[in-house]
């Protein structure tokens, strides 16, 4: 058995802000991701990546398609259909903390990023 503490994983900036993985297997992976106050992530999306987001703390919104909902702390939003354009978005004035689990793995080159190509 392994234990990771977040506080001991570098950060990678992701489409999304700041991400922490902090577990990895063959199937699954398990990362935190901060979307500052007042930003928000890049508009994606990954056809062979199932996402599952728990919000930890703070509120933002989640836009999947055409639609934007309110999410906010101990909210859980997956995203579907798994190949929907989607973005977290953060217009307040303290930080939204995610956690998020990916299934397969997190893997930087399933993500087609759909604002800069």
Do not use: Q, W
């Not at 699954?28 to 500052?36: G, H, P, R």
């Not at 062979?48 to 999947?64: A, F, P, T």
């Not at 055409?66 to 939003?77: E, P, R």
């Amino acid at each position: 058995m392994k234990i990771v503490n977040e506080k001991d994983v570098k950060a990678i900036d992701d489409l999304c802000g700041p991400l922490k993985e902090v577990y990895k297997s063959e199937n699954i992976s398990l990362a935190t991701v901060v979307i500052k106050a007042g930003r928000e992530a890049h508009l994606h999306k990954h056809p062979e990546l199932e996402e599952v987001y728990y919000i930890l703390s703070g509120r933002g919104k989640m836009r999947v398609g055409d639609y934007a909902y309110s999410i906010k702390k101990g909210d859980t939003f997956a995203i579907e259909p798994k190949d929907a354009p989607h973005k977290a978005i953060n217009p307040y004035k303290k930080d939204m903390k995610i956690l998020v689990v990916c299934n397969p793995k997190f893997d930087i080159s399933l993500l087609e990023d759909l604002e800069n190509g």
